[in-house]
């Protein structure tokens, strides 16, 4: 309740704002600043003719199956740079770097070899995820403690059961939120991916509302992004996350 | 069964001398045998050789005439730390074993049954192990390895990170445990008392040479009892030996 009552004085606060700055004294021009009220309207206006429901589904679906895609390979090669003491000396270091790369950076080639279409983005999408992704997973099986793996190992473990009943939950907790992240970064490489090609989806429809001079859709789109972002967070990662750590006692409450 | 310690040499790569030198030594079916020795002289070293989990310099450990290459369940360890899985609880912790060795649901909860009863932990089977005691959680590893019902069972210090009044209730349970399931145990300790109270045979081991510094049989009669005279007497000689050792 106090995070609704906190949003509503944020709302009334912009609101007054753009009263005072571009209706009272003029500071600001109207088409370059938003306010409550236009992105309301913009909202209302996108809605009835389902171009933000359109928008959003699609690019909900190209996120999630670019992030699956990242997932894969990402666990792949996190996996790989973990097993071998070539590659997690030589490659990984590499991994690291690329991982720093904004996702930005990958459209020209995506655009170049797919051309505007859906494997551009997801091209775009997976390359700003999946590095990250592999990052985790290494790091998350590195830190499982040598007791559990010595344990299992003198229970009577083989290689294929140490991975699949001790490693993969040891390090469950850590895994999680590597993917997290990994989301996070799959969500903003899409809509690198997005603005820059053609096809419909939020990144497109912020394009539109940029070439209207229609900044009220700009923001508009803007709040939809992080709203989408935040509700696959708390809905599916923290949700998890949670889970995880309480049935292992590892949070204050019960 | 036969466990066989053969000129069994172990030399870290930056020590100047071998920790373990020339161990030779024969665990026989049923023995209880208890390693001491001061801090550093390598107890926990010759441990892991057995388990497996370390590799000899030169020597070797031989289990039914076979060398050990690796670890495995016919030499199930039980660890100072427990190593128990936090996200099982307590049965399905003791069941761990079992279900990578593929026994049957059934099987698995009757030995189980049958192990939690005998560390008095049945009650508390369903719980998850950051709700049990420090040691609570011992007795349940200890439920883990004896329902492997190994070979030979190593363990290393496993009551020493607990309160003194647990840990004495502990190798009460298990001397207890010992003679009802004669199970042939190679235990470690750095406390002359424990191996005095739980052991057939006392092995010295001296920090300075790596090597054995003397062999003490026990012929207490079990139960035994740490204020008999005789458990005083024995357990005076071997703590004099044991510091003759350390410098």
């Known amino acids: 309740m106090g995070f609704l009552l906190f949003l509503v004085i944020l709302v009334a606060a912009w609101q007054s704002c753009y009263w005072i700055g571009v209706d009272l004294l003029g500071l600001w021009k109207p088409y370059a600043m938003p306010s409550p009220v236009g992105v309301a309207q913009s909202f209302l206006q996108l809605c009835e003719d389902g171009e933000l429901f359109q928008a959003t589904a699609n690019s909900l679906l190209r996120g999630i199956s670019g992030y699956v895609i990242a997932v894969i390979i990402g666990v792949a090669l996190g996996l790989l740079i973990n097993r071998s003491r070539y590659l997690q000396k030589n490659l990984k270091p590499l991994v690291l770097g690329i991982q720093t790369l904004p996702s930005v950076c990958w459209v020209p080639f995506s655009i170049l070899w797919f051309g505007l279409s859906t494997q551009a983005i997801l091209f775009v999408v997976v390359m700003g995820a999946a590095f990250s992704i592999a990052i985790s997973v290494d790091n998350a099986i590195k830190n499982v403690q040598p007791i559990y793996t010595k344990a299992a190992l003198t229970l009577g473990a083989t290689k294929k059961q140490l991975y699949l009943h001790v490693i993969l939950p040891a390090c469950l907790p850590e895994l999680v939120t590597g993917m997290k992240q990994g989301w996070s970064f799959a969500w903003r490489a899409l809509m690198a991916g997005e603005v820059m090609t053609t096809s419909i989806g939020l990144g497109q429809t912020l394009i539109m509302g940029r070439d209207l001079a229609d900044i009220n859709q700009v923001m508009l789109v803007m709040l939809v992004i992080v709203l989408v972002g935040i509700i696959i967070d708390k809905c599916i990662f923290s949700v998890a996350e949670q889970r995880i750590l309480k049935k292992r006692g590892l949070t204050g409450g019960n | ?247």
């Open chain 2, 1 to 247: 069964m036969s466990l066989i310690l053969q000129g069994l040499c172990k030399r870290f790569d930056n020590s100047e001398k071998d920790t373990l030198h020339e161990i030779d030594l024969e665990v026989k079916s049923g023995e209880f045998v208890c390693i001491v020795g001061a801090s550093g002289c390598g107890k926990s070293t010759l441990l892991n050789l057995v388990a497996g989990l370390e590799q000899p310099t030169s020597g070797k450990v031989l289990l039914d005439d076979k060398e050990v290459k690796g670890p495995g369940s016919d030499r199930t360890v039980m660890f100072q730390e427990h190593g128990l899985f936090p996200w099982l609880s307590v049965a399905e912790n003791v069941k761990f074993g079992m279900k990578l060795a593929g026994v049957s649901k059934e099987q698995q909860e009757q030995k189980a049954k049958y192990y939690l009863e005998m560390v008095n932990l049945w009650d508390y089977r369903d719980y998850p192990i950051h709700q049990v005691s420090g040691g609570m959680r011992q007795r349940t590893a200890l439920a883990r390895s004896l329902t492997m019902e190994s070979k030979v069972l190593l363990m290393d210090e496993p009551f020493s990170a607990l309160d003194k009044q647990t840990s004495n209730r502990l190798r009460e349970e298990l001397q207890r445990i010992w003679m009802e399931t004669k199970q042939t145990i190679l235990f470690i300790t750095h406390s002359v008392e424990e191996a005095v109270y739980l052991a057939d045979r006392v092995v010295v081991l001296s920090p300075n040479t790596g090597k054995v510094a003397e062999v003490v049989t026990v012929e207490l009669k079990r139960p035994r009892h740490v204020y008999a005279p005789e458990f005083v007497e024995l357990r005076h000689k071997i703590l004099e030996e044991v510091r003759g050792e350390a410098v």
